[in-house]
């Protein structure tokens, strides 16, 4: 059998390094992986926005694998004038959106989701529109964990998920 310029002897060695291949390049495409204190940061991505746009969304996981909680409690970015924590969420049937002004709890041995339509980054007054395919820098403020420094891959306008992210067929990360 023979792929591109390489030929294999058996069916068999080229299905393995099908294989093999397909798992250097997820491995590559995984979000990086930011730990502070015992805080688990992953996942961390935006969508791109249109020009002239003044808001954008930005998700994460944090997993906390301490004893204590953790707060995450704002943040900031170069691109924006100020980032928030945001919670989405329907009432009597209304979306609504609203700041967290006391912070996101991370309670010890939990894991909390930061995606499109609930707790959410909110970027406020964006300076330059969100490119796909940038890597845009962030520093969230927690109460214990202090300031921690990650980036936000962008991703296309109507992504639901960061790059590399596998889901089922109801859109859920497995």
């Given amino acids: 059998m023979q792929i591109g310029k390489l030929t294999f002897r058996s069916t068999a060695c080229a299905v393995a390094c099908a294989v093999l291949l397909a798992g250097v390049f997820a491995a590559s495409a995984r979000a990086e992986e930011i730990k502070a204190g015992d805080l688990v940061i992953t996942q961390a991505w935006s969508r791109a926005t249109p020009g002239g746009a003044k808001v954008a969304g930005g998700y994460l996981t944090i997993e906390n694998k301490g004893s ?10 170069d691109v924006a004038e100020k980032v928030q924590v945001h919670e989405m969420g329907m009432n009597n049937g209304v979306m609504t959106m609203r700041p967290l002004d006391q912070g996101l709890t991370i309670e010890p041995g939990k894991t909390v989701k930061l995606a499109p339509g609930g707790y ?4 406020l007054d964006l300076k330059t529109p969100l490119k796909q395919g940038d890597k845009l820098p962030v520093t969230l403020e ?3 964990a202090g300031k921690v420094k990650l980036s936000l891959d962008v991703q296309g306008v109507g992504a639901q998920g960061p790059a590399g992210a596998h889901m089922d067929m109801k859109g859920t990360k497995m």
């Fill in 68 to 77: 204590v909680a953790d707060r995450l409690i704002g943040g900031s970015a």
């Fill in 142 to 144: 927690f109460e214990k």
């Fill in 120 to 123: 959410h980054l909110m970027l």
